[in-house]
């Protein structure tokens, strides 16, 4: 069921409660009927269940992005180790890390942004705090930094990479994403 059904079936049935308290007079307060105490329960637990939905969802598109990256970066080893140019996969790379940095391309940050329009911020006390940017469900603003300057260093190196100093960023990037993706900052 929807959580906009559950509402109106909660709100519903609280009409029909009401009236019938309004025709059977008590002495004390009567309490919320049991049915009613369910009814918002499974609410809560759908609204719960949907934003562990979305932590998992943005975790899955990080982890894509990451693994898309790593096999881009092999690519140009590959091709480094091989004395040939590897500019466009490196450039690649870097595209895929800035990526991670902003929690997804540009799509994501759409939705990202109907979302806090809509006044949902997954994050809002670590907004307030900080430690997250609005509407970011994973990546904090420290990890966001790392990964952005990673991505502009990847990014530089393209027409000059060696395998040394993409490794070197590569293992920042996947020091970064290991924090993530075991819940750290």
Known sequence: MK???????????LVGASAVFERAPQQAPPSTPAEMVAAYNSLADTILAVKKTEHDLVLAILAGTFHHAEGMLNAAMAKLNAGQPAASEVEAVAALVAQMGN????????????????????NSAGEQQGIYDEGFVIVTREAKQALLASASAIGKMASSATS??????WERVAMTWNALAKGGK
């Open 3 to 13: 959580p906009m059904s559950c509402l109106i079936v909660a709100v519903t049935a």
């Open 103 to 122: 929690e997804g391309d540009n799509s994501v940050a759409a939705v990202r942004k109907r979302l806090v329009e809509g006044g949902h911020h997954h």
């Open 164 to 169: 040394e100093g993409l490794k070197g960023q």
